[in-house]
């Protein structure tokens, strides 16, 4: 079965960090992009940030930027989302996602507007920010 697992979510207090890991269960990252999504309760799920393949190319959405950072680990096949200055806000279940490529091929560049690009997701993990 092809799936993906995240971990690395818990409670933490306003200000703190947390660190996000997304491995895949039945097949590789390599020339996959990495997305990380988040869903607030009753809210849409919405994209926080995503990675190329290579791992050079990386986008954020604007309330994270200058407070996540995404990277990737191709020899371990594993992406982190490295989440600083967290506030009550970012509180929701965050998901890794990933998109294949096509033919061989993967995009130079990573997008996160299309959802239905992504095949595999994970379960989600709980993110949760006290004031």
């Known amino acids: 079965q092809l799936r993906l697992v995240e971990s690395g979510g818990g409670l933490v207090q306003s200000g703190e960090s947390l660190r996000l890991s997304c491995a895949a269960s039945g097949f590789t990252l390599d020339y996959h992009e990495i997305g990380w999504f988040r869903q607030a309760p009753g809210k849409e799920r919405e994209g926080v940030s995503c990675?190329?393949?290579?791992?050079?190319?990386?986008k954020y959405v604007e309330p994270v930027k200058g407070r996540f950072t995404i990277s990737r680990d191709n020899d371990k096949g594993t992406v982190t989302l490295q989440m600083n200055s967290l506030s009550p806000e970012d509180t929701a279940v965050y998901y890794c996602a990933a998109v294949p490529p096509v033919e061989g091929t993967a995009r130079v560049m990573c997008a996160m507007d299309m959802e239905q690009e992504y095949h595999y997701w994970g379960q989600g993990t709980q993110v949760t920010v006290s004031s």
């Open positions: 990675i190329s393949a290579s791992g050079g190319y990386t």
